[in-house]
């Protein structure tokens, strides 16, 4: 009974602790105040740290491989990899310290702690509104109902300059983000080099199926959504500090260091119940760009579907689509219910509990060093401790909520981090694109492995090579052949892709990379297509002819309206421009022109341009046989070398080379005689009639023989 006696403390010795803890108190509450303020920071950088990505997969496989790869549903999460994307994306939308963004983003910051100052006004011109209504004081009352008029001004125009400025701030984003992307995406003035991104993105890489969808859709909600994060953290953050603050003043830091013990094993408990809201988000925003994906090809295709009536098909394939884009929204909100059940449960009532139990400290318990209050003081305490309480658990909810904000933002910053990834390895000549499976033997990984050499010359020479399509079908192993300018070269071979034809003058372009040997040849600047189907663009009828070329490019050149209406004539379309109204008169050019009207457009295009080279990829199809004639003489005479593909007979006498393809991976470059050759095409075509009449010769001479028989027995 000693030993327990001397265990217990007495009376004295409490009443002495209590008396020093007294003495003491101010020291240990600006102690505990400063460690709640560290406690917050450092919990808040360890919400939003990066979690270990364990064995994830790097961020090249992460981008898939073929169809094998893991594209179809990329990793999100909010690891390093993730901040090392958002970093190199900010140095895009903030350039400087001096940017008109950082600009917007001080005074957003001001405007943040601006309106945290006045709710701390408020929270205390509330208690004494109510303080001053039960102790019957009209006089304070409406001196304090006046204050609060006046502080409405402020803070009225606070809101909406917040909400203004952080819509600014999101437009700013996205228009530098934007530029940025498209610089890469169409190339840029000030680079010299045109490395056609555009075109190779959707040819010679399979990473990126819709990329319209993202420089449009997913640019713009990462960007609305990293304005807003900003002021989803830093408010909140900010909030919780100043609020927990000024409470710990009125109840003491003491509940403050429970209410923040109870809040944070709730919120632990509520993050971990938290789905991985930015792996939805990305994929959603994937599903979105497959199905629209589905519906551009149905567009683009509409004639040939129309023909086959593959109206069903389509139908199915896009109803496969939205499919999968309704189920995984489905899944997606019914987590979203639930999550948002469990969020409010926590963070409203439950927190709002804890809330209640703290503002009841000073009404229930004599804290030291605190005067007794009347009934008027109590309440004005109450109420001011409510007020205070209730923001900064809303305070508090807004970091928990902005865990799942930053969840999304991690979503579209995937999205958009992979186009700009991509867009870069595309630039170095880095594609990932499904092959096929003779790409495996090593004979061909081999010159899939290499890279040629391309010299800038006025001639055009092929040394030893390969002609590689991009999913590594080799069409030629060895391709050596010259034309100097002047030299028109012939391209026949086998009708159908696979040849090699169209794949020439792709490198020619600068659109496919070269596997080997040595390419000399002009800049691309110097070629010019006209394929079968020319592309017509939207604008009007001058733009059709100078394209792509600006009326201010065609002036600065010295070209007239009137030298068009000359190029016009040559190809006998000069009735067009009174037809169609003017030089200025716009219309979908496609649908208001036959196809021969097309190829004679195309046509003037060249005469327009008076390029070194120009490829012609049967331009003349459409076109009578006489105005072909016209149109090859007057290329020959502007000095303008033609590369023709076509099986025309009438087109041999133009041309002065002939690179024929067997189809098979072989070839034969020679000198092209025309009329030896077109003697023996007509040779071949009389012996090919006599040919078809053996079959009738030999049946007529069986039928002979048959008679001749029967007479002989008679």
Same mark, same amino acid.
Request: charged share 25%.
């Given at each position: ?74 990793? !999100? ?135 319209? /969808? ?12 990293? =304005? ?35 809040? /944070? ?20 925003? /994937? ?22 009536? +593959? ?160 999913? +590594? ?9 010259? !034309? ?25 372009? +600068? ?59 040559? !190809? ?33 295009? @060249? ?11 049967? =331009? ?45 991976? +072989?070839? !034969? ?11 023996? /095409?007509?040779?071949?075509?009389? @012996? ?18 048959? @008679? ?7």
């Amino acid at each position: 009974m000693a030993v327990q006696s001397k265990l217990v403390p007495t009376k004295e010795q409490l009443a002495r602790v209590a008396n020093a803890y007294a003495r003491h108190r101010p020291l240990v509450q600006r102690g505990l105040t400063v460690a709640f303020v560290f406690y917050v920071i450092s919990s808040t950088y360890r919400s939003f740290a990066a979690r270990p990505t364990g064995s994830s997969p790097s961020p090249s496989r992460r981008r898939g491989k073929g169809k094998g790869g893991d594209a179809s549903k990329p990793r !999100v999460a909010i690891d390093a990899v993730f901040y090392q994307r958002l970093s190199r994306i900010l140095r895009i939308v903030i350039p400087s310290i001096r940017s008109k963004e950082a600009l917007l983003l001080c005074m957003h910051s001001s405007l943040l702690i601006f309106r945290t100052v006045i709710s701390l006004y408020v929270a205390a011109l509330d208690g004494k509104i109510v303080a001053s209504l039960v102790r019957a004081q009209p006089g304070p009352f409406l001196m304090n109902i006046l204050k609060w008029l006046l502080v409405a001004v402020p803070a009225t125009w606070t809101n909406s300059w917040l909400s203004y400025v952080q819509n600014k701030l999101a437009l700013a984003y996205r228009t530098r983000l934007t530029q940025e992307v498209m610089r890469q995406y169409l190339g840029d003035e000030k680079d010299p080099q045109d490395l056609k991104v555009f075109y190779k993105l959707a040819n010679l890489d399979d990473r990126i199926k819709n990329p319209d /969808q993202m420089i449009t859709h997913d640019i713009q909600r990462f960007s609305t959504h990293l =304005a807003a994060i900003y002021a989803n953290v830093a408010k909140p953050v900010l909030d919780v500090i100043l609020y927990n603050y000024q409470l710990s003043q009125n109840v003491g830091a003491e509940g403050l260091v429970l209410l923040t013990l109870l809040v /944070q094993a709730s919120a632990a408990l509520l993050r971990a119940l938290t789905p991985a809201f930015g792996q939805y988000t990305a994929l959603s925003a /994937q599903l979105a760009g497959n199905l629209r994906h589905t519906h551009s090809r149905l567009a683009e295709f509409s004639e040939e579907v129309a023909f086959f009536g +593959g109206e069903e098909t389509e139908k199915m394939l896009v109803e496969r689509e939205y499919a999968g884009v309704v189920k995984h929204e489905t899944r997606v909100l019914r987590k979203h219910w639930w999550h948002s059940c469990v969020e409010e449960g926590i963070v409203k009532w439950l927190w709002g509990s804890f809330g209640l139990c703290i503002c009841a400290i000073p009404v229930f318990f004599k804290l030291p060093g605190i005067a007794a209050l009347d009934m008027g003081g109590r309440t004005e305490g109450f109420v001011t401790n409510r007020r205070l309480l209730l923001s900064a658990s809303d305070a508090f909810g807004r970091v928990m909520y902005s865990y799942k904000d930053l969840s999304e933002l991690a979503g579209y910053t995937t999205r958009v981090a992979t186009l700009l990834e991509t867009m870069s390895d595309v630039r170095k000549g880095k594609f990932e694109k499904a092959l096929v499976s003779s790409a495996s033997i090593e004979e061909n990984a081999q010159i899939l492995r290499g890279r040629g050499v391309i010299i800038e010359s006025e001639e055009i020479q092929f040394e030893n090579v390969p002609i590689v399509t991009p999913n +590594g079908d080799i069409l030629v192993r060895s391709l050596s052949f010259y !034309v100097k300018p002047g030299q028109h070269l012939l391209i026949v071979g086998p009708n159908g892709e696979g040849c090699g034809k169209s794949s020439l003058f792709r490198i020619l372009g +600068g659109l496919w990379p070269v596997y080997g040997g040595i390419v000399r040849k002009p800049p691309a600047s110097q070629f010019i297509l006209i394929p079968q189907r020319p592309y017509l663009s939207l604008g009007t009828l001058r733009d059709q002819v100078i394209y792509p070329h600006s009326k201010e490019d065609m002036e600065a050149r010295g070209i007239t309206d009137d030298d068009l209406r000359a190029v016009l004539r040559i !190809v006998q379309m000069e009735n067009i421009i009174e037809r169609e109204g003017g030089w200025d008169s716009a219309r979908e050019w496609r649908e208001a022109l036959s196809g021969g009207d097309q190829q004679k457009i195309a046509w003037a295009r @060249l005469f327009y341009h008076k390029p070194k080279y120009a490829v012609l990829d049967e =331009a003349t199809s459409l076109v009578p046989p006489d105005m072909e004639g016209l149109m090859m003489e007057h290329a020959t005479r502007l000095g303008i070398t033609l590369l023709t593909v076509s099986h025309r007979p009438s087109l041999w006498k133009y041309h002065s080379m002939i690179l024929q393809y067997d189809g098979q991976g +072989g070839y !034969v470059f020679t000198k092209l005689d025309a009329e030896k050759r077109l003697a023996l /095409q007509q040779e071949k075509e009389a @012996l090919d009639l006599k040919l078809l009449e053996v079959p009738k010769m030999r049946a007529r001479l069986a039928e002979l023989q048959e @008679l001749a028989a029967e007479r002989s027995r008679i």
